[in-house]
């Protein structure tokens, strides 16, 4: 068995799974934990920041670091998961944004921008198990996946209009890439939560199971399929798909930076912000 050396990791843990399959640590951080079935080679990517994974600037780095080790570790795929029983990704942390630091706030987003571009620009198959609810950036994160399998009773969406924002060009390309225009344009003008059985009929994700385990096998079947083709005519295949969105954000990175940064500052969005946080805080109670 080859045993893979991470540079952020030293040498590799080995957790045996079953009789058949050996899982091994990758990489492992406070925030997230990279482990590669031996077997399969298929490596599985979980977010682990309670409460609900909000992606702050430190949770986004190790994320876009974590895709980079699977790629520069040959893993055959990668699944996003969540260690939550209940959330995948409750979306852009409000508190980066919510009152906040100019530099931190640049360094946020400039994290977000290379995670994107890292994940859906991937060149290895890519595939969300969406085990809770995946609001905003959650879903940014899914849908930049290519395929999606979610659990039953919980939520996903762009849902930026509801808090007064306004979903960037490459967080519509993402959805417009899963969705059709007509479904996209009305659900991210009504910032629309779609049910799992509503995400299914739309085809905001591809298969719906009852269990994250389900959830994991169907990733891997999904991935599976291109057991057979050559990876690298995968890969282009995949970029030309995808090269206009990428180059899009890649081009004007600075002018969406600026923009975003002048859509939160602004004192209203800063007000809209701040009384979705309180309503949040009072649900919660
Ligand atoms: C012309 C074009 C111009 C374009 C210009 C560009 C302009 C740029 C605009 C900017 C775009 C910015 C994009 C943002 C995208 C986002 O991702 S914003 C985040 C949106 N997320 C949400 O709305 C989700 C909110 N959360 C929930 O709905 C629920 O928490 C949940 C369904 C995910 C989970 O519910 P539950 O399990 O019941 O947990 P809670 O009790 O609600 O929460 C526990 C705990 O977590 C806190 N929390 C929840 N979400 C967040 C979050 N996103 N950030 C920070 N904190 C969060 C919540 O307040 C609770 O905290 P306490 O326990 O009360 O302390």
């Known amino acids: 068995m080859n045993i893979i050396r991470s540079a952020r990791f030293g040498a590799s843990t080995l957790i045996p799974k079953n009789c058949w399959s050996v899982v091994r640590s990758i990489s492992s951080t406070e925030l997230t934990k990279l482990e590669v079935n031996d077997k399969t080679g298929i490596a599985v990517l979980t977010l682990n920041r309670p409460p609900v ?56 987003w400039t994290a977000l921008q290379s995670t994107w571009m890292t994940l859906y620009g991937s060149k290895i198959p890519t595939a969300a198990a969406i085990n809770g609810h995946a609001p905003a950036g959650g879903c940014l994160l899914a849908t930049s996946c290519e395929y999606r399998v979610m659990l039953p009773k919980f939520t996903i969406g762009l849902n930026e209009t509801l808090i007064g924002i306004v979903a960037p060009n490459w967080f519509m390309n993402s959805y417009l890439n899963v969705l059709p225009r007509r479904v996209a344009e009305l659900a991210l003008t009504q910032g629309k939560m779609f049910t799992t059985a509503e995400a299914q009929q739309v085809g905001l994700v591809d298969d719906v ?40 954000l890649e081009q004007n990175r600075e002018q969406d930076l600026q923009a975003f940064i002048a859509a939160i500052t602004n004192p209203s969005t800063q007000a809209a912000m701040g009384a979705y946080l309180e309503n949040l805080k009072k649900r919660s109670k």
């Open 209 to 248: 199971v009852n269990t994250k385990e389900e959830a994991i096998a169907k990733c891997e079947e999904f991935i599976g399929l291109f057991k057979k083709i050559n990876p690298y005519a995968r890969a282009l295949t995949k970029q030309q798909f995808r090269i206009n969105h990428l180059q899009e």
């Open 53 to 108: 994974n909000s992606l702050n600037l430190e949770l986004l780095t190790d994320i876009r670091n974590s895709i980079k080790d699977a790629e520069s570790n040959k893993c055959r795929g990668l699944i996003l998961t969540s260690s939550s029983n209940s959330v995948f990704s409750a979306g852009l942390d409000f508190l980066e944004m919510y009152q906040p630091k100019e530099e931190r706030l640049k360094s946020f």
